[in-house]
């Protein structure tokens, strides 16, 4: 499996982005897609995750309502839309594929089997 996340860039405080995963190679009947992201001198955390059955969708609390994460099964390609962005947000996003897909695993990364190159995002002030 092979993970290539784009989208990342600079952007003020309050404006938008839109990240890819796009994803190649092993196909199976379910899995997690999701987003983490790694700030400097800091642990890589969970942002997002959307299970492939049934397509629910989980959120850190620090991007609930700002952030979007969506699965689009006819291109393979995941999509985070963030928008009001903040400063707190810079970090390199990385994108992954969970195949064994047990819940209640679903926010951390040790549990995922692949992962993209990484992606930086900036938000200045």
């Known amino acids: 499996v092979q993970l290539q996340a784009s989208g990342g860039g600079s952007v003020q405080a309050g404006g938008s982005l839109r990240l890819s995963c796009a994803a190649s190679g092993r196909a199976f009947s379910n899995y997690h897609m999701g987003w983490f992201r790694q700030a400097p001198g800091k642990e890589r955390e969970f942002v997002a995750a959307i299970r492939r059955r049934g397509g629910n969708t989980y959120y850190a609390d620090s991007v609930k309502g700002r952030f979007s994460i969506s699965w689009d099964n006819s291109r393979n390609t995941g999509t985070l839309q963030m928008n009001s962005l903040k400063p707190e947000d810079t970090a390199v996003y990385y994108c992954?594929?969970?195949?064994?897909?047990?819940?209640?695993?679903?926010?951390?990364?040790?549990?995922?089997?692949?992962w993209g190159q990484g992606t930086q995002v900036t938000v200045s002030s």
């Open positions: 992954a594929v969970d195949y064994g897909a047990i819940l209640s695993s679903i926010r951390r990364p040790e549990q995922y089997d692949y």
